[in-house]
């Protein structure tokens, strides 16, 4: 899906993987026909508003990150 904000960039700084966003706006669906004859559509998202529910936090990434390497000082 192609959206597209044309209100503000200020927004851009909250918009990052992992946070939980919820958008609102106009949805519009494209065909057309690729180079190789080929039938294609894409849908698009005209945004009208942004609304951030839950930012992820930086340490609880590290945190869950540290938590998936293998540990090598095993007791046994």
């Not at 700084?13 to 026909?33: D, F, H, P, Q």
């Not at 004859?37 to 990434?61: F, P, R, W, Y």
């Amino acid at each position: 899906m192609s959206c597209a904000y044309w209100i503000s960039t200020a927004i851009a700084v909250l918009l990052k993987k992992g946070n939980l966003i919820e958008i609102t706006g106009r949805l519009s669906v494209n065909a057309y026909t690729d180079m190789q004859g080929e039938a294609k559509g894409s849908l698009n998202c005209h945004i009208d508003s942004i609304k951030v529910h839950q930012q992820m936090k930086a340490d609880a990434t590290k945190a869950e990150a540290k938590q998936a390497e293998p540990v090598d000082d095993l007791p046994f």
